[in-house]
């Protein structure tokens, strides 16, 4: 079957599944004489399995690990398990980070009039504005490492190699 309906049957677009194959997650699909892609049913079944990780918010690497478990046959239940609550422990960290960054904008949204004025604590907030260096300085160490000083991970790289630290 082409990439088209390998997608509809998967649920994986025809852009992921080639991102997908060239980051070695499935297979090359063979090729027809034309030159398109064939997938196989056994494919799309690899490409269902990948979704419902990625639908659990597995990262690429451990979606990797999944399908090598996966495809397996001599793996043992306790390597899928171990994944799987370290999985756990990463979404239940990144609940309370959401929870937190949830709770810190919860407090400079009721701090706003949300009127005409120009004045507005949620900007304020967010540029730091009559903040003294120092107080910034010792609020630092309590914003979550993953969302930096800005509130994104500058670098996917770094944040590996911070969890494997």
């Known amino acids: 079957m082409n990439i088209g309906k390998a997608a509809a049957a998967s649920g ?20 027809t004489e034309a030159g398109y892609r064939d997938y196989t049913g056994k494919d799309v079944q690899t490409l269902r399995f990948i979704r419902r990780a ?3 918010d597995f990262s690429v690497e451990q979606m990797n690990e999944l399908v ?3 495809r397996d046959r001599s793996r043992t239940s306790a390597d899928v398990k171990s994944l799987a609550l370290e999985h756990v422990a990463e979404l239940e960290r990144k609940a309370r980070e959401l929870q937190e960054m949830s709770r810190a904008l919860t407090h400079l ?6 009127d005409a004025r120009p004045d507005c604590p949620i900007i304020s907030g967010l540029a730091g504005d009559g903040v003294e ?8 160490e309590l914003i979550p490492p993953r969302f930096g000083a800005i509130g994104i991970e500058p670098n996917p790289a770094q ?7």
Do not use: F, T
């Open 12 to 31: 994986v677009s025809a852009k992921m599944i080639r991102y997908y194959e060239s980051i070695g997650l499935i297979p090359e699909a063979l090729r």
């Open 54 to 56: 990625r639908d659990l």
């Open 68 to 70: 090598a478990l996966w």
């Open 109 to 114: 949204a009721e701090n706003c009039q949300g």
């Open 133 to 140: 260096e120092e107080e910034l300085e010792s609020k630092r």
């Open 159 to 165: 944040r590996r190699e911070r969890k494997k630290r």
